[in-house]
């Protein structure tokens, strides 16, 4: 009985030595990198969150804390002299078979977080990415059978909207292989795109937030901004609703050449998603003439209106 007390405060010894206090940060800092690439590794396959994150940290904590006391472990039998009397020897045998059979216990702990993380690596391999969707962007139907226009008030029956350019402004088919129907004013101009997916048979987008976060979406704006000029600058960004359904919106300025002719300009962008497709307001002029121009512009994209959903 008091070998087993003895045993069970050696054992509870070595838990506090080696997952405790000190000894924790240090098991951290060894299981911080591979730790840190099974992360890495999930969040490319989607796996991502802050509850898997800290699983998987912990379990390689616990891991390292292991191979420290088993290396400690070994350590301290070479240093330990040998003891001839019988009666010692027996109750190294005993205390050894006991420490054995805790090592054991451990180990199998340890193994089966090695197998639980294979487990969940090897689902996440399986089950298709977002690329390996059966998802196509259709072409774009500007056909004048779908067009409506009664003044500045336009009106598309294959892709259910309508908007209301601002008065005086010209309006027409857009030139861009996505942008149904623009207004223009000298430099300023305000675009409808529209993109249609093929979602291969999946569920359409209830809302924009199906389609991604905000951030995603303005990384998107970014990154193609940034191909195109040299000093692209995000002003402002956000969230909000037009016709009552989640939009997001962004607000960037940048710099365009014609021939010698420069302008710097300032781009409005909302972004509303329904069905199988996403829908862009783009609107744009030069900086100078923003903060003029800009009313009109959320007047127009105030009148955006979703129809037949």
Do not use: C
Request: aromatic share 10%; glycine share 8%.
């Amino acid at each position: 009985m008091n070998t087993q007390d003895e045993n069970n405060k050696q054992d509870q010894s070595a838990w506090k030595k080696y997952f405790s206090g000190k000894n924790f940060l240090i098991n951290g800092l060894i299981a911080i990198i591979p730790a840190s690439l099974v992360v890495g590794i999930l969040r490319e396959l989607g796996f991502r969150g802050a509850l898997v994150t800290m699983g998987i940290l912990f379990g390689f904590v616990y891991l390292a804390g292991l191979v420290r006391e088993k290396i400690s472990g070994k350590k301290q039998e070479k240093s330990t002299p040998k003891v001839i009397e019988k009666s010692v020897e027996n109750q190294s045998v005993i205390t050894n078979n006991n420490k054995n059979k805790s090592s054991k216990k451990k180990w199998i702990w340890a193994g089966i977080i090695l197998i639980a993380l294979v487990v969940i690596i090897a689902l996440a391999s399986s089950s298709p990415s977002e690329n390996e969707q059966d998802i196509s962007l259709l072409k774009t139907d500007k056909s004048s059978d779908y067009s409506e226009q009664v003044g500045n008030l336009y009106r598309n029956t294959k892709y259910h909207f309508r908007i209301k350019f601002p008065e005086g402004w010209k309006v027409g088919v857009g030139d861009g292989i996505h942008i149904v129907q623009k207004a223009s004013f000298e430099n300023s101009t305000i675009s409808v795109i529209v993109q249609q997916l093929d979602l291969g048979g999946e569920v359409g987008f209830s809302s924009i937030k199906d389609a991604g976060t905000s951030k995603e979406f303005i990384d998107t704006v970014l990154e193609g901004a940034t191909e195109k000029f040299s000093d692209v600058k995000i002003i402002n960004h956000g969230e909000t609703k037009i016709d009552n359904e989640p939009a997001y919106w962004v607000e960037y300025s940048a710099s365009s050449q014609v021939l010698d002719y420069k302008l710097k300009m300032t781009n409005l962008i909302y972004y509303i998603a329904k069905g199988d497709t996403m829908y862009s307001i783009s609107a744009g002029t030069a900086t100078d003439d923003y903060s003029k121009i800009k009313p009109l512009f959320l007047q127009s994209v105030s009148t955006f209106v979703l129809e037949n959903y």
